[in-house]
Every structure is written in structure tokens, then in C-alpha cells.
């Protein structure tokens, strides 16, 4: 790894090369890995991704020889970039006019030089890798050059970048951006495609992700930090009882305080936290951390056995919470050492122990108060938090997640322009969900949006009221919890949302259609696992132009879990031979990303079962296709295998849903699960809240399409689907249900 030093390098005239290099020194720090894979002498094509104007000039500074650049002959429109061009000997190419650039092109490779092409057509205005167009290839075989792909990482955000929706006008920043390039092994000419080039960019994407110096910080420290720079801002908006607003310096100066008394009080590394989203909860979370010490924010909704379990995994004995708290949670096992968080920050000293630390707030250096508190400066790969999984269908997992996993999955998402600053998120989740615990707290506190909390997911008439009183802007949930909206809102009361995003199961075809006529919101469909920390994909809206003349992009797909977030890939692979598939056919979901997990807790066995060659393996089945779109598709132990053919047991389930028009806005009424079957291996069980019969099961779905094999042969009514505190169908519960209705 190096950084290049100023030698010229470029086709520019030598005073503006010197003039250019020292300006984008100024404003960017770049640093490089690989570049001895581009060949000393001979012609070369360079392949990068596209994030801002400044890509050219960052890319010319990592690579040890001259580039001669590709461009949009467009914007020889416009005076400046014409100067450029000329100065530079830029090759002008356009999708009309492309043949004369094409032969520029061959002709420079040809004579040895190095070209540089942005195979994306168009700096990408969503802060991903957008579509890999097709023509660099055949430049490279015409030519018979290899070409080499770089990753350009860390300009998103910068002021040449279309970050905030727009380029220029953004606030400055007072120390230069930290940039990374990295460079891949060249690709022989006739195995050059836009497939390959797709997946060799995003992994390189990856391993220039991990050299952001933000990933090897503390978790704490930096949200002390951020929380330190801006103490007037209301952090919280708590809703549990009665309003009560929390300001930054407010919930720092509390927690802080907090965090002292645990630290002479709680001699164990891990402390339980079993309080609902609302001010407690940020509160003990960062108190936690700030103590040197891991929160493990336990899933109340769980049963006693997998609390138990879950417990004893942590080693938590020391559990935070509240007198409200346990009272409606009479079933849970707590331990002797149970504390009120109410009556522990009393027995600290109450607002006379608040009192200097809140001083400091005000008054001082936001690195002056990590100091103080002595939070390190490196946190890394250290565990920063516990959450747990049973994957819906087992024994609790312990997923021990990283400071540098939760800085990444923060980073990533501020990568993108879906949750700025001035947002105002609706935090209904449980900080026992990886989304809660990621998104709607430890990305706020970072970040510096506004959250207001609403203590339960199902208090639909609250958080409805939250959003009209607060003019919340984003809401984040689970299907389950977003579909008894449609029945108790009015429009006028969801006017201020600009964004709804839904994850944990696949959204609905038929929500996503009420949604949008009743409200006119278009729920966009994101994708993660508590393992990812938790988001891996999200769907954004198109991009707005930047001109009459700008070519349109596009953010979101229907039916999609949108694409990869920045820093990560995918490979799509066959549960029966574990090769990769072509693009846009099915298989297991692998990804590799820093926001992936390094295993589970004290459990070698699991941990080795859900990664192969460093990969995490997700189980579930999905599909990507040539713009990058992932399509969740199923989980792999959602399928059932009859008569040699894999049976969807969620599409079987929408279909049952659109024919008989089911009311789920209380909750699921159908579940399908396939129980072991003698003669053919498995049979199909439906579990129903409705009164249903077979026949005129049988004859729904037959007339709606459906064969004789996806046809559940047994129905079996129940009071209630069992649901996960996370909104996902309790699979283990419908699982048993499923064979006591075949043992009778």
C-alpha cells in the first residue's frame, strides 16, 4: 500500500497538472492499493466506477501512469469542461455519435497508452454502482488489451458528488476527504463482459470500503463526538407517556453521568437492557458503551426458555429496565441483579451528577469529552453489542456485532440520500431488532436526525398521532406493522412522510398497492439480516435530474429489495453444485461486506456453517439482474421439496391471500408449513385464522393457476399465527402447530 507522490503523470500541460494535483490534495487525502496490476508499458483499459466530477483527477493521482480519459462528449457544452477536453486530449464519446470515439479509443490502445473509460455511462447520482453499459469490451478485444477495473471510494459525500441531491453548495468540510482507490488483476481481453465487470467492481468496492479510517474507531467515541458538536439539537422525542423532548447535550450529559456509576457498580462485560424505544432506552445504551461495557438488548417478546438460553449465551446477569417494564413483562426470567434505571440514576446523584457533564457539553471540545470519558480511540473488531436470532425456526444466536460492523452499516447508509440529516425517523422498533438497534439508534446519534419514539410497533393510533404531531418524515417496519396504518389514518395525518421503508419479510403486493392509492406513499422494500447489522439492500427513489438533457437513472424496482449498499458485494449460488449462477437466475444469497458479522457467539459449530470461503451464507434465495436489483425470492427452509419440485411456501401464501381477500391488518391469518410425508417427502399444512375448507381452498387456487402440488393438503385452524416481536412469523411455533394438526 502506498501513497503517490507528485511526479507528472498526466497528458495535462505541467503547470495545470501542478496546479490540479495541489488542488485536489487540498481537498482529498487519496491513498491506493494494486496499481502494480497495471502493466508497465503497453496499452491498457481502466475501468472505474463513477461517484463524482473529481474521479478522473483522483484516479490519475493513484495510478503510476499517464491516463487519457473517456468522456461525455456533452459536456464539451458547456466552456469549462470544453477547456479540459482540450487540454487534456480527452476522448469525446456519445451514444449517437459513438463510432468516431470508438476508433480514438483502439487507435490509443493500440499505441500503448492507458485509457480510461466509466463503463456506467454517467456519474451515479444514487450513491451506488449503477448499470455496467456495454462497449468497453469490445474496445479491449478489438485493441487486444487487458483491462483493469479500480474502485474510486470515500468521494461520495464530497462537494463534486450528487450527495444531498445535489452537486456543489454542499458544507464544506475543514479536513481533506479520505479517499481510496483500489486496483484488481487485469482481465485478458476475451473475458471481458459487463457481468464480470459488475461483480469484479463491487468486490474490489468492498476492499476499498474496509480502508475507510471511520471503521477502525470506538462506537461510543464517536457518538459522544457527534452528539458533543451539536447540543441544542433535539436528539429524542419521547412519546411513552406524556411528550418529553431530549436535546443532545441532554441525553450525552445523562448517559455519561450514567456510565460512571455503572462502571464502579457493574463489574460484568455484558449488560442486559430490557426497555422499550423511547429516551431510557438511548440512554442506558450509550451509558453502556461509554462504561467500556456491551449492551445486549434482550427480546422481552421471546419465551422464557430462549430468554434463558439467550442469557446464559451472553453471560448476562445484570439487566436494566424499568418498574413499567416488568410489570408487562411479568413471564420474564429477570435475574437478582435487575436495575431501574429510573432509581439508578437517582442513587448517582441525580441532576447534581448530570450537572458538570452537561457544562461540558456546552463548553467543550467534542474530543476534550470522549477524554474525559475515556473512551478509546480504536474500537474495530472489538464486539460493541449482542443481539440475537433464532433465524425464526431455532435456538437462539448470539450475533456479536463489531464497532467496525455498526460504523460500516452507519456509513453505508449515510452513503446514500435516503436518511440526511434533517430527517425525522419514527422509532417504533425494538432495540432487540437489528433495524431498531442500528437505524433508529446508533445511526440518529451519528448522524443527527431527530427521532421520536413510540414505545410499541402495534400501537397503531400512536404512532399515526406521532407522525401528524411531529411531522415525522420517515417510517421504518416490518409489513406486519405497517399494514394496520391502512385502516386506522387518515391521508391528512401521513402528509409530512416522504419516505416508508419495509423490511424483516417480503412486502406484500397488495400493501404496496394500498398504500400508494390511499396515501399516495410508495413503500420502498429494503433487505438485511441481523447478521449484516442489518442492511445489505435498499430500494431509493429515482434521482431527480440535474439538467433537461441528463440521462434519467433509476433507484427503485418494484418487487425488488433494491441494490447493494455501498461497501458491499453478492454472489448468487446453487444450493446443489455451490457454483455461481448467471446473472438473473436463482440461488442462496452470499454477501461480504465490513457490515458483516465474524460469527456467533462462543458457537465454532454455527459460525463455520454460515460463512464458506469468507462469504456469509444468508439461506435465503434471491436473484439479481443486470442493473443490480436483488430479489428475495424466499428462504431455502420456506421451501418444501414434493414431487421433485421446490414449492414456495410465501408465494403459495400471497396467493391464498389475493384469492380469498383476506383482512391481515391485525396480524398474519394464514402461514403454510410443510411437515414430513412418507410418500412424497413432505406435505403441505396451512395454518388459518379463518373458517376455511378444502374444497374451496382447492378450487381457488386451481382456478387461479396453481398445480395439484401447491395445494396444502391439510388445513388447521389456530386462534393466531404465532408472530416474532420482530414482526416475522414465529417459525419454530407454526412448525409445531403444523404437526400437532398432523398427529390428529
Not at 478509546?376 to 472489538?382: E, H, L, N, S, T
Not at 462469504?615 to 443490480?628: A, H, M, P, S, Y
Amino acid at each position: 500500500m502506498r501513497t503517490p507522490g507528485f511526479r507528472r503523470r498526466s497528458y495535462l500541460p505541467r503547470v495545470l497538472e501542478l496546479i490540479a494535483a495541489t488542488v485536489a490534495r487540498l481537498l482529498y487525502r487519496v491513498r491506493s492499493n494494486g496499481a502494480e496490476h497495471i502493466p508497465a508499458t503497453g496499452g491498457v483499459l481502466l475501468i472505474a466506477n463513477h461517484l463524482s466530477y473529481v474521479d478522473p483527477v483522483v484516479l490519475q493521482l493513484a495510478c503510476p501512469r499517464p491516463i487519457r480519459f473517456m468522456g461525455f462528449q456533452g459536456l464539451q457544452d458547456q466552456t469549462f469542461f470544453d477547456w479540459v477536453f482540450r487540454l487534456s486530449g480527452a476522448i469525446p464519446i456519445s451514444r449517437l455519435h459513438s463510432t468516431e470515439g470508438m476508433r480514438r479509443t483502439i487507435k490509443a490502445l493500440q499505441a500503448g497508452e492507458v485509457v480510461a473509460i466509466f463503463p456506467e455511462g454517467h456519474i451515479s447520482r444514487t450513491g451506488q454502482l449503477m448499470p455496467i453499459m456495454r462497449g468497453f469490451e469490445v474496445a479491449a478485444r478489438r485493441a487486444g488489451v487487458p483491462v483493469v477495473p479500480a474502485f474510486i471510494d470515500g468521494v461520495w459525500g464530497s462537494v463534486f458528488s450528487f450527495a444531498e441531491n445535489k452537486y456543489l453548495w454542499k458544507s464544506p468540510r475543514l479536513m481533506p476527504t479520505p479517499v481510496f482507490v483500489q486496483f484488481g488483476a487485469p482481465i485478458p481481453p476475451e473475458r471481458a463482459d459487463p457481468a464480470l465487470a459488475r461483480r469484479t467492481l463491487l468486490d474490489l468496492g468492498v476492499m476499498a470500503f474496509d480502508e475507510r479510517p471511520v471503521l477502525r474507531r470506538h462506537l461510543g467515541r464517536e457518538c459522544v463526538r457527534a452528539l458533543a458538536r451539536r447540543p441544542w439539537h433535539v436528539e429524542v422525542i419521547d412519546r411513552t407517556a406524556e411528550r418529553r423532548p431530549v436535546t443532545a447535550a441532554q441525553l450525552l450529559a445523562t448517559a455519561a453521568a450514567y456510565s460512571r456509576h455503572l462502571i464502579r457498580t457493574v463489574p460484568e462485560q455484558r449488560v442486559g437492557i430490557v426497555l422499550p424505544p423511547g429516551a431510557g432506552a438511548f440512554i442506558a445504551n450509550l451509558a453502556v458503551i461509554c462504561a467500556g461495557k456491551i449492551p445486549v438488548n434482550l427480546n422481552f417478546t421471546a419465551g422464557k426458555t430462549a430468554l434463558e438460553a439467550s442469557m446464559k449465551i451472553g453471560a448476562v446477569t445484570t439487566v436494566i429496565s424499568a418498574t413499567a417494564v416488568r410489570e408487562k413483562v411479568p413471564g420474564f426470567p429477570w435475574p437478582e441483579r435487575t436495575l431501574d434505571l429510573r432509581q439508578e440514576i437517582a442513587a448517582m446523584g441525580g441532576k447534581k451528577a448530570i450537572l458538570p457533564w452537561l457544562a461540558a457539553a456546552w463548553l467543550l471540545p467534542n474530543q476534550w469529552i470522549a477524554n474525559l470519558l475515556g473512551l478509546p480511540q480504536v474500537g474495530d473488531r472489538a464486539e460493541a453489542g449482542l443481539l440475537f436470532t433464532s433465524g425464526s425456526s431455532g435456538e437462539p444466536k448470539g450475533v456479536a456485532l463489531s464497532h467496525r460492523n455498526i460504523l460500516a452499516n452507519c456509513a453505508q447508509i449515510s452513503s446514500l440520500s435516503i436518511l440526511p440529516q434533517s430527517s425525522s425517523l419514527l422509532g417504533c422498533l425494538p432495540l432487540f431488532h437489528s433495524m431498531g438497534f442500528t437505524v433508529t439508534l446508533w445511526y440518529p446519534i451519528i448522524r443527527g436526525c431527530r427521532v421520536v419514539t413510540v414505545p410499541s410497533p402495534l400501537d397503531t393510533r400512536k404512532i399515526v398521532d406521532a407522525i401528524r404531531d411531529e411531522q415525522v418524515t420517515v417510517l421504518l417496519g416490518a409489513p406486519t406493522f405497517i399494514r394496520p396504518i391502512l385502516r386506522k389514518a387518515h391521508p391528512s395525518e401521513l402528509r409530512s412522510l416522504h419516505l416508508v421503508v419495509t423490511g424483516a419479510e417480503k412486502l406484500p403486493d397488495d400493501l404496496y398497492k394500498a398504500f400508494l392509492e390511499t396515501f399516495h406513499i410508495e413503500i420502498l422494500q429494503g433487505y438485511g439480516l441481523t447478521e449484516t447489522t442489518p442492511a445489505s439492500n435498499i430500494n431509493q427513489p429515482h434521482p431527480p435530474m440535474t439538467t433537461a438533457t441528463a440521462e434519467p437513472q433509476v433507484g427503485k424496482k418494484v418487487g425488488s429489495t433494491g441494490r447493494l449498499l455501498p461497501g458491499m458485494t453478492v454472489r448468487i449460488v446453487s444450493p446443489e453444485t455451490g457454483e455461481e449462477v448467471p446473472t438473473g437466475d436463482q440461488g442462496i444469497v452470499w454477501f461480504k461486506g465490513a457490515n458483516v458479522f465474524s460469527g456467533y457467539l462462543d458457537d465454532p459449530q454455527k459460525t463455520q456453517a454460515a460463512f464458506r470461503d469468507g462469504w456469509f451464507v444468508t439461506g435465503d434465495l434471491g436473484r439479481v439482474d443486470e442493473e443490480g436489483f436483488l430479489f428475495i425470492e424466499g428462504r431455502l427452509s420456506r421451501f418444501s421439496k414434493i414431487g421433485a419440485e421446490m414449492i414456495p411456501h410465501g408465494t403459495i401464501e400471497q396467493k391464498i391471500a389475493e384469492v380469498l381477500a383476506l383482512d391481515q391488518s391485525e396480524g398474519p391469518a394464514i402461514a403454510v408449513m410443510g411437515v414430513p410425508d412418507r410418500v412424497k417427502g413432505e406435505a403441505l399444512v396451512l395454518l388459518t385464522t379463518v373458517p376455511l375448507t378444502s374444497e374451496l381452498l382447492r378450487e381457488k387456487l386451481l382456478g387461479a393457476g396453481l398445480t395439484n402440488l401447491w395445494v396444502p393438503r391439510i388445513i388447521h385452524r389456530v386462534d393466531q399465527i404465532p408472530v416474532l416481536g420482530t414482526g416475522k412469523l414465529d417459525l419454530k411455533r407454526c412448525l409445531e402447530r403444523a404437526l400437532e394438526a398432523v398427529a390428529d
